[in-house]
């Protein structure tokens, strides 16, 4: 099996090497060069199974749910991601457009990096959780809790924007 980043390269770290462990799926990374060979640190994930790799290959984008967490699964140029199927905007659903690299919001065209969550250029400050996937015997798995900050940027007013104003009404 292999594992991939929200950005679809390989898992590793400058300071060593990932590996998982059989009996509970969690990850250490140990120390290259450690004199004892102790774990540095003890990552914990939350893998999930999005399905078979054919299937997801088959549509671009997919709307997937995990509890009551919304996800965008995205295939495209032999790499999965997987990013936040809310968008940042109003909570709009992000699995209908993929545009390129970009996960586009129905609602009000907000687009984010299908790998890294990041808005479109000059919008890179709103940012949605990206997470990290692994493809194992031929299924897509995602870590729920590889998820990366959700970011929003403070945005000025449409220019078409007015102030709302009561009324009373007939």
């Known amino acids: 099996s292999h594992f991939l980043t929200n950005s679809g390269s390989f898992l590793v770290s400058v300071s060593g090497a990932f590996r998982e462990t059989e009996a509970d799926s969690v990850f250490s990374c140990r120390e290259q060069g450690s004199e004892h060979g ?23 984008l997919h709307a997937v749910v995990i509890g ?19 968008c940042n905007h109003v909570g709009g659903p992000l699995a209908g457009t993929l545009e390129g690299d ?56 449409h220019p078409l924007a007015r102030p709302i104003e009561r009324a009373e009404g007939p």
């Not at 009551?68 to 809310?86: E, F, N, P, Q, Y």
């Open 102 to 157: 970009y996960v586009v919001c129905p609602w009000h065209q907000w687009r984010f990096h299908r790998s890294t969550g990041k808005g479109e250029p000059g919008f890179e400050a709103d940012a949605v959780p990206a997470y990290t996937t692994k493809i194992d015997n031929g299924r897509a798995f995602v870590d729920l809790a590889s998820a990366t900050a959700r970011t929003r940027k403070t945005h000025s007013p």
């Open 38 to 60: 102790k774990d540095a640190a003890m990552i914990n994930h939350d893998w999930h199974d999005l399905g078979d790799i054919e299937a997801l290959r088959q549509r671009p």
């Open 68 to 86: 009551k967490t919304r996800l965008a699964v995205s295939w495209r140029d032999g790499a999965l991601a997987v990013i936040s199927g809310a």
